[in-house]
Protein backbone atom coordinates (compact mmCIF):
# COMPACT_ATOMS: atom_id res chain seq x y z
CA UNK A 1 0.00 0.00 0.00
CA UNK A 2 1.75 3.24 -0.86
CA UNK A 3 1.68 6.43 1.31
CA UNK A 4 -1.10 8.41 -0.69
CA UNK A 5 -3.09 5.62 -0.27
CA UNK A 6 -2.57 5.09 3.21
CA UNK A 7 -2.87 8.56 4.30
CA UNK A 8 -6.56 8.67 2.45
CA UNK A 9 -7.79 5.71 4.41
CA UNK A 10 -6.45 6.77 7.73
CA UNK A 11 -8.20 10.56 6.91
CA UNK A 12 -11.23 8.99 5.87
CA UNK A 13 -11.14 6.79 9.16
CA UNK A 14 -10.90 9.21 11.16
CA UNK A 15 -13.08 11.57 9.61
CA UNK A 16 -16.02 8.66 10.01
CA UNK A 17 -14.82 8.28 13.30
CA UNK A 18 -15.68 12.05 14.19
CA UNK A 19 -18.99 11.45 12.38
CA UNK A 20 -19.95 8.88 14.23
CA UNK A 21 -19.94 10.89 17.72
CA UNK A 22 -17.20 8.93 18.93
CA UNK A 23 -15.38 11.66 21.31
CA UNK A 24 -16.50 13.23 23.73
CA UNK A 25 -15.89 17.69 23.05
CA UNK A 26 -12.22 17.89 24.85
CA UNK A 27 -11.46 14.63 24.38
CA UNK A 28 -7.61 14.47 23.77
CA UNK A 29 -6.79 12.38 20.67
CA UNK A 30 -3.03 10.19 20.82
CA UNK A 31 -1.55 9.51 17.48
CA UNK A 32 0.22 7.01 18.66
CA UNK A 33 -3.15 5.05 19.90
CA UNK A 34 -4.77 6.00 16.78
CA UNK A 35 -1.68 5.39 14.89
CA UNK A 36 -2.21 1.70 16.40
CA UNK A 37 -5.77 1.22 16.36
CA UNK A 38 -5.79 1.57 12.59
CA UNK A 39 -2.59 -0.37 11.43
CA UNK A 40 -0.66 3.01 10.29
CA UNK A 41 2.53 4.97 11.00
CA UNK A 42 2.95 8.29 12.39
CA UNK A 43 3.16 10.60 9.88
CA UNK A 44 -0.12 9.52 8.37
CA UNK A 45 -2.04 10.27 11.46
CA UNK A 46 -0.49 13.17 11.91
CA UNK A 47 -1.21 14.80 8.52
CA UNK A 48 -4.62 13.35 8.97
CA UNK A 49 -5.05 15.50 12.46
CA UNK A 50 -3.85 18.29 10.85
CA UNK A 51 -6.24 17.85 7.86
CA UNK A 52 -9.19 17.60 10.05
CA UNK A 53 -7.61 20.36 11.97
CA UNK A 54 -8.06 23.17 8.85
CA UNK A 55 -11.52 21.74 8.74
CA UNK A 56 -12.32 22.72 12.37
CA UNK A 57 -12.80 19.05 13.11
CA UNK A 58 -10.85 19.24 15.83
CA UNK A 59 -8.06 21.60 17.04
CA UNK A 60 -4.32 21.42 17.86
CA UNK A 61 -3.70 23.07 20.92
CA UNK A 62 0.49 23.76 21.44
CA UNK A 63 2.44 21.77 23.88
CA UNK A 64 -1.11 19.53 24.15
CA UNK A 65 -1.26 17.69 21.12
CA UNK A 66 -4.69 17.37 19.19
CA UNK A 67 -8.37 17.68 20.54
CA UNK A 68 -12.19 17.07 19.67
CA UNK A 69 -13.24 21.07 20.03
CA UNK A 70 -14.58 21.91 23.67
CA UNK A 71 -18.39 23.30 23.74
CA UNK A 72 -19.88 25.89 25.39
CA UNK A 73 -23.01 27.78 24.99
CA UNK A 74 -22.36 30.67 23.04
CA UNK A 75 -20.49 27.90 20.71
CA UNK A 76 -23.52 25.37 20.70
CA UNK A 77 -26.20 27.89 20.08
CA UNK A 78 -23.67 29.16 16.80
CA UNK A 79 -23.04 25.67 15.68
CA UNK A 80 -27.33 25.02 15.41
CA UNK A 81 -27.89 28.17 13.82
CA UNK A 82 -25.33 27.71 10.93
CA UNK A 83 -26.68 24.18 11.20
CA UNK A 84 -30.30 25.69 10.52
CA UNK A 85 -28.86 28.33 7.80
CA UNK A 86 -27.38 25.79 5.80
CA UNK A 87 -30.23 23.46 5.48
CA UNK A 88 -32.52 26.58 4.76
CA UNK A 89 -30.29 27.74 2.02
CA UNK A 90 -30.30 24.10 0.25
CA UNK A 91 -33.85 24.15 0.86
CA UNK A 92 -33.54 27.72 -1.22
CA UNK A 93 -31.85 25.71 -3.56
CA UNK A 94 -33.14 22.19 -3.95
CA UNK A 95 -33.88 21.28 -7.35
CA UNK A 96 -37.60 20.27 -8.32
CA UNK A 97 -37.05 16.65 -9.19
CA UNK A 98 -36.70 13.87 -6.28
CA UNK A 99 -33.99 14.28 -4.31
CA UNK A 100 -33.47 10.57 -3.61
CA UNK A 101 -33.82 9.76 -7.67
CA UNK A 102 -37.30 8.89 -7.16
CA UNK A 103 -37.91 6.89 -4.33
CA UNK A 104 -38.05 7.28 -0.50
CA UNK A 105 -35.72 6.26 1.85
CA UNK A 106 -36.26 7.36 5.45
CA UNK A 107 -33.46 9.30 6.95
CA UNK A 108 -31.88 7.43 10.28
CA UNK A 109 -30.82 10.15 11.99
CA UNK A 110 -30.10 14.08 11.55
CA UNK A 111 -27.40 13.82 10.17
CA UNK A 112 -28.94 11.28 7.36
CA UNK A 113 -31.94 14.24 6.71
CA UNK A 114 -30.02 17.46 6.39
CA UNK A 115 -27.42 15.57 4.26
CA UNK A 116 -30.55 14.75 1.81
CA UNK A 117 -31.68 18.21 1.82
CA UNK A 118 -27.89 19.34 0.92
CA UNK A 119 -27.54 17.21 -1.48
CA UNK A 120 -30.95 18.18 -3.20
CA UNK A 121 -29.33 22.04 -3.68
CA UNK A 122 -26.98 20.51 -6.07
CA UNK A 123 -24.12 22.47 -3.89
CA UNK A 124 -21.28 20.70 -3.12
CA UNK A 125 -20.22 23.40 -1.21
CA UNK A 126 -23.58 23.27 0.50
CA UNK A 127 -22.93 19.77 0.89
CA UNK A 128 -19.36 20.14 2.23
CA UNK A 129 -20.24 22.26 4.67
CA UNK A 130 -22.91 20.41 5.79
CA UNK A 131 -21.21 17.12 6.33
CA UNK A 132 -18.72 19.35 8.67
CA UNK A 133 -21.64 20.91 10.51
CA UNK A 134 -23.12 16.68 10.94
CA UNK A 135 -19.69 15.83 12.15
CA UNK A 136 -19.66 18.68 14.67
CA UNK A 137 -23.01 17.84 15.96
CA UNK A 138 -22.65 13.79 16.28
CA UNK A 139 -22.19 13.54 20.21
CA UNK A 140 -24.40 16.26 20.91
CA UNK A 141 -26.72 14.79 19.05
CA UNK A 142 -26.63 11.45 21.04
CA UNK A 143 -26.62 13.84 24.18
CA UNK A 144 -29.78 15.38 22.71
CA UNK A 145 -31.67 12.13 21.96
CA UNK A 146 -31.37 11.50 26.34
CA UNK A 147 -33.38 14.76 26.28
CA UNK A 148 -35.69 15.09 23.56
CA UNK A 149 -38.29 12.43 22.80
CA UNK A 150 -39.54 11.21 19.55
CA UNK A 151 -36.58 12.78 17.74
CA UNK A 152 -37.12 9.72 14.91
CA UNK A 153 -40.89 11.40 14.71
CA UNK A 154 -39.56 14.89 14.21
CA UNK A 155 -37.16 13.97 11.72
CA UNK A 156 -39.76 11.45 9.53
CA UNK A 157 -41.83 14.52 9.55
CA UNK A 158 -39.42 16.86 8.18
CA UNK A 159 -38.42 14.18 6.04
CA UNK A 160 -41.76 12.98 4.31
CA UNK A 161 -42.67 16.98 4.31
CA UNK A 162 -39.38 17.82 2.28
CA UNK A 163 -40.17 14.85 -0.30
CA UNK A 164 -43.34 16.49 -0.60
CA UNK A 165 -42.32 19.58 -1.73
CA UNK A 166 -44.38 21.26 1.45
CA UNK A 167 -44.39 24.83 2.46
CA UNK A 168 -44.12 23.54 6.06
CA UNK A 169 -40.58 21.82 5.47
CA UNK A 170 -39.10 25.40 6.29
CA UNK A 171 -41.20 25.94 9.54
CA UNK A 172 -40.71 22.01 10.78
CA UNK A 173 -36.51 22.75 10.40
CA UNK A 174 -37.18 26.03 12.12
CA UNK A 175 -38.96 24.29 15.39
CA UNK A 176 -36.46 21.37 14.87
CA UNK A 177 -33.91 23.92 15.70
CA UNK A 178 -35.80 26.23 17.89
CA UNK A 179 -36.63 22.94 20.41
CA UNK A 180 -32.85 21.93 20.51
CA UNK A 181 -31.83 25.87 21.07
CA UNK A 182 -34.41 25.82 24.24
CA UNK A 183 -31.79 22.90 25.86
CA UNK A 184 -28.34 24.31 25.31
CA UNK A 185 -27.71 24.96 28.83
CA UNK A 186 -29.01 21.40 29.52
CA UNK A 187 -26.97 19.79 26.87
CA UNK A 188 -23.77 21.43 27.59
CA UNK A 189 -24.17 19.98 31.25
CA UNK A 190 -24.30 17.09 30.19
CA UNK A 191 -21.79 16.62 27.81
CA UNK A 192 -19.50 18.33 30.88
CA UNK A 193 -21.17 15.50 32.89
CA UNK A 194 -20.16 12.85 30.01
CA UNK A 195 -16.42 14.23 30.28
CA UNK A 196 -15.95 14.09 33.84
CA UNK A 197 -16.92 10.32 33.99
CA UNK A 198 -14.07 9.72 31.07
CA UNK A 199 -11.53 11.96 33.30
Known amino acids: ?19 NGSFAPGARLEPARLAQELSSSATPIRDALNRLAGERLIEMRPSDGFHIPRLNEIGLRDLYRWNEVLARTALRMSRKSEPTGG ?21 GEIVSQVASANARLAYVRHVESSIIEDT ?7 ATAFWQRSISTRMLIQQYHKSRLAIVPTIIELIFQDTQTIR
Open 1 to 19: MNAGTTAERVYDSLKRTLA
Open 103 to 123: HHIAPIDAADLFGFIAASSGS
Open 152 to 158: ADEIGDI
